[in-house]
């Protein structure tokens, strides 16, 4: 039989009620604890998704008797001292995106993990869907040839509220961290780390990017085109121009369930996916797998990959001059 892991969760928001959907539809995954600053929002969650601890504090979930890793889903602001705390205990680690608040962040958390020998892992969740590893498949057999550019937008219409997460700056608000990374992802996934960054932003009354459009550049003069905004609902679609042909991965692009390949004839070939998840159980199967197997990063997003992907982030903020207070630089 198969091992059964005990996951917990720190932070019980919208994207933590999703992934314990998710974590109940596996058969070796189980949800064993929750932690909130809220007693009585802990025990609601826990008895929705039948977990059998509820912590009223981040840290007491650390002394959990029955806990293999623990799902980090606090905003933005909060991952840094929620991941360095489980990782002082010993405790394996899947930690939302962005991964913190900045690479300098970033850096002290690989590191920790490293030395400690504890499994960490960014849940950028995209990575690990199956239509990410097909994409990734039809451009290794060289489908769409070399691709020469990344063109992706995400997009939609937020209630404006300077104490949420979206806006309020001391919990890392903006497009950028919270949507804009999608873009930033595929483009890096794709063609890696830019030689030449462009950006520029609508900042809002809070002081954080409302809305932002990137520009990337290759070395070799190879470009992407990114676009992410709090303000106006967009198609969300992603388009990767190659050589010989395009991959588009329509609406919603970061959770598709279908993409087209369309070749040098110009007809479209379609893919389909159907998902009987939200899509989070597929990373949740990565770090299951991976703590089998005993290692302590993932082959397929290691953190050599957060980390220059938190540096990418931060080279877009310091063009459009976006810090947030008491940020450690």
């Given at each position: 039989?198969?091992?059964?892991?005990?996951?917990?969760?720190?932070?019980?928001?919208?994207?933590?009620h999703?992934?314990?959907q998710?974590?109940?539809?596996?058969?070796?995954?189980?949800?064993?604890?929750v932690?909130?600053r809220?007693?009585?929002?802990?025990?609601?969650?826990?008895?929705?998704?039948?977990?059998s601890?509820?912590?009223?504090s981040?840290e007491?979930?650390?002394e959990?008797?029955?806990?293999?890793?623990?799902?980090?889903?606090t905003?933005?602001?909060?991952?840094?001292?929620?991941?360095?705390?489980c990782?002082?205990?010993?405790?394996?680690?899947?930690?939302e995106?962005?991964?913190?608040?900045n690479?300098?962040?970033?850096?002290?958390?690989v590191?920790r993990?490293r030395?400690?020998?504890?499994?960490?892992?960014?849940?950028?969740?995209?990575r690990?869907?199956?239509?990410?590893?097909?994409?990734?498949?039809?451009?290794q057999?060289d489908?769409?040839?070399?691709v020469?550019s990344?063109?992706?937008?995400?997009?939609?219409?937020?209630?404006?509220?300077?104490?949420s997460?979206?806006?309020?700056?001391?919990?890392?608000?903006?497009a950028?961290?919270?949507?804009?990374?999608?873009?930033?992802?595929?483009?890096?996934?794709?063609?890696?780390?830019?030689?030449?960054?462009?950006?520029?932003?609508r900042?809002?009354?809070?002081g954080?990017?409302?809305?932002l459009?990137v520009?990337?550049?290759?070395a070799?003069?190879?470009?992407s085109h990114?676009?992410?905004?709090?303000?106006?609902?967009?198609?969300t679609?992603?388009?990767?121009?190659?050589?010989?042909?395009?991959?588009?991965?329509?609406?919603?692009?970061?959770?598709?369930?279908?993409?087209?390949?369309i070749?040098?004839?110009r007809?479209?070939?379609?893919?389909?996916?159907?998902?009987?998840?939200?899509?989070?159980?597929?990373?949740?199967?990565?770090v299951m797998?991976?703590?089998?197997?005993?290692l302590?990063?993932?082959?397929l997003?290691?953190?050599?990959r957060?980390?220059e992907?938190?540096?990418?982030?931060?080279?877009?903020?310091?063009e459009?001059?976006?810090?947030?207070?008491?940020?450690?630089?």
């Amino acid at each position: 039989m198969s091992k059964i892991y005990n996951w917990g969760i720190i932070g019980p928001g919208k994207i933590a009620h999703q992934f314990a959907q998710d974590i109940a539809k596996l058969d070796n995954a189980r949800l064993s604890a929750v932690a909130s600053r809220s007693q009585d929002r802990a025990d609601q969650f826990a008895k929705q998704y039948g977990a059998s601890y509820a912590y009223d504090s981040y840290e007491a979930l650390l002394e959990c008797p029955e806990l293999d890793v623990i799902y980090i889903a606090t905003p933005h602001s909060e991952h840094y001292r929620n991941t360095m705390a489980c990782l002082e205990a010993g405790i394996p680690v899947l930690c939302e995106k962005a991964f913190a608040f900045n690479s300098t962040e970033a850096k002290e958390m690989v590191e920790r993990a490293r030395q400690k020998n504890v499994f960490l892992m960014e849940a950028l969740w995209t990575r690990f869907l199956p239509t990410t590893k097909k994409i990734l498949d039809l451009i290794q057999s060289d489908a769409i040839g070399r691709v020469v550019s990344v063109k992706a937008d995400f997009g939609f219409k937020a209630d404006f509220n300077p104490k949420s997460r979206l806006f309020n700056p001391e919990l890392a608000g903006g497009a950028l961290l919270d949507i804009g990374i999608y873009p930033v992802f595929i483009a890096y996934l794709m063609m890696g780390r830019p030689e030449r960054i462009q950006a520029i932003a609508r900042m809002g009354e809070t002081g954080v990017d409302e809305e932002l459009g990137v520009l990337f550049q290759m070395a070799d003069g190879r470009m992407s085109h990114l676009h992410a905004t709090l303000l106006a609902h967009t198609k969300t679609e992603a388009f990767i121009y190659g050589e010989k042909g395009t991959i588009h991965i329509h609406t919603r692009w970061h959770e598709p369930t279908h993409f087209s390949l369309i070749g040098e004839d110009r007809r479209p070939q379609n893919f389909n996916f159907d998902y009987n998840t939200n899509g989070y159980s597929y990373e949740a199967q990565e770090v299951m797998h991976c703590l089998s197997e005993g290692l302590t990063e993932s082959p397929l997003w290691p953190l050599s990959r957060t980390l220059e992907l938190m540096e990418t982030l931060d080279r877009i903020r310091a063009e459009i001059g976006l810090v947030y207070p008491g940020e450690r630089q």
